[in-house]
């Protein structure tokens, strides 16, 4: 039997953090071996906010950089640009005419979006969710690793997708794939160093709110150290009076590899000024290996043109051919 198809894809906005990795990629490279995956690096979405023309490919061959210093192994994935992959935007117009406005005007990720960017909002922010089903949508994916936030959009998919059918497939042969989304909840959902409540993002003004994959281990520290905690002593999990306490011991558990009954019983007795360090210790050891081969690669550009060549070939038979199906379906003249 075949192996089941994994997608998934990053913007290309900023540094990785921790989120990312905790709640994206490390998944991924954990699943990749009984999966025949696609990962790819989302460009097209990252001009959906206002964004500076000069880093955009800069950002591109940074995230493909860290996805191969993550682990992402090209015996089992492929890695590819998503604006190489012109079928994207071209399903995604072909799916904007199946999907019902008001669908996208429920997306709690455009409605916090666009409400830090009041008069610009742009069409692109709104239409997010559609290109991201397209993504999806293309490569027949049976399972798409994320964190928890991006579980609505993945309903919304399954939703085109069935719309689709209904609308378009005959009885026996569905027009699309319906995907799974597979969220671990382990660092599902990674919370801001700042606020215990908020989930760390790329797009949170404050650089302490973060660790980013290649921040050095001096400014790993220091944001470990001013991190916000609270004044109890004695450190546990699920308090929900404790947003802070939950976070970072959750990331402790999953850097150091522990259980969470193991590290309930390490850090009960706990004060903060005896466990930040510990924190900050499994952290630097556990980014190192990422930021040693980062460089690695960074140093070859040809290694990484090369592979991106081979990951866009891949990626586009298998688009195309979807491509080519959806319109068939949909009533289209073929091309002569
Ligand atoms: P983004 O940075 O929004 O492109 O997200 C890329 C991937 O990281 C998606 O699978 C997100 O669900 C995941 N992700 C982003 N932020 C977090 C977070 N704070 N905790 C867990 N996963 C996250
Ligand atoms: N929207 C996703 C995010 O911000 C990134 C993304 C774009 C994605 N297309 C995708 C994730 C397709 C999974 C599958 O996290």
């Given at each position: 039997m075949s192996k089941q198809r994994v997608l998934s894809g990053i913007q290309t906005t900023g540094n990785l953090h921790l989120g990312n990795y905790l709640g994206a990629i490390r998944n991924w490279v954990e699943i990749q071996s009984q999966y025949d995956n696609f990962f790819f690096f989302a460009d097209l979405h990252a001009i959906t906010v206002p964004y500076d023309p000069k880093t955009l490919?800069?950002?591109?061959?940074?995230?493909?950089?860290?996805?191969?210093?993550?682990?992402?192994?090209?015996?089992?994935?492929?890695?590819?640009?998503?604006?190489?992959?012109?079928?994207?935007?071209?399903?995604?117009?072909?799916?904007?005419?199946?999907?019902?406005?008001?669908?996208?005007?429920?997306?709690?990720?455009?409605?916090?979006?666009?409400?830090?960017?009041?008069?610009?909002?742009?069409?692109?922010?709104?239409?997010?969710?559609?290109?991201?089903?397209?993504?999806?949508?293309?490569?027949?994916?049976?399972?798409?690793?994320?964190?928890?936030?991006?579980?609505?959009?993945?309903?919304?998919?399954?939703?085109?997708?069935?719309?689709?059918?209904?609308?378009?497939?005959?009885?026996?042969?569905?027009?699309?794939?319906?995907?799974?989304?597979?969220?671990?909840?382990?660092?599902?959902?990674?919370?801001?160093?700042?606020?215990?409540?908020?989930?760390?993002?790329?797009?949170?003004?404050?650089?302490?709110?973060?660790?980013?994959?290649?921040?050095?281990?001096?400014?790993?520290?220091?944001?470990?150290?001013?991190?916000?905690?609270?004044?109890?002593?004695?450190?546990?999990?699920d308090d929900p009076e404790r947003p802070e306490c939950h976070n970072l011991l959750s990331l402790y558990q999953i850097l150091a590899n522990k259980t969470k009954q193991e590290v309930a019983t390490e850090c009960q007795d706990m004060g903060w000024g005896q466990f930040k360090p510990l924190l900050t210790e499994v952290t630097v050891e556990s980014l190192k290996p990422i930021q040693d081969k980062y460089q690695e690669i960074m140093d070859n550009k040809d290694y990484l043109n090369s592979v991106l060549k081979e990951g866009v070939a891949k990626a586009e038979e298998v688009a195309n051919t979807t491509l080519s199906r959806v319109k068939d379906a949909l009533g289209y003249l073929p091309r002569l």
């Open positions: 490919a800069d950002n591109t061959y940074n995230l493909a950089a860290l996805y191969l210093a993550c682990g992402i192994d090209l015996q089992y994935s492929t890695i590819f640009v998503q604006s190489h992959v012109t079928a994207h935007s071209e399903l995604t117009w072909l799916l904007n005419c199946i999907t019902p406005l008001n669908w996208l005007e429920r997306m709690i990720q455009f409605k916090e979006k666009a409400i830090k960017q009041g008069e610009n909002v742009s069409v692109g922010l709104l239409d997010y969710p559609v290109l991201m089903a397209a993504d999806i949508l293309l490569y027949d994916a049976d399972k798409v690793p994320v964190g928890e936030d991006q579980k609505q959009h993945l309903e919304l998919t399954r939703d085109i997708a069935v719309r689709v059918n209904d609308k378009f497939g005959k009885k026996k042969e569905p027009v699309l794939k319906i995907p799974e989304p597979l969220i671990r909840p382990e660092g599902a959902r990674v919370m801001s160093l700042t606020d215990g409540t908020k989930k760390m993002s790329k797009s949170d003004p404050s650089e302490m709110s973060r660790i980013s994959l290649l921040d050095p281990p001096e400014e790993i520290k220091k944001k470990i150290k001013r991190c916000k905690t609270d004044p109890i002593k004695g450190l546990v999990f």
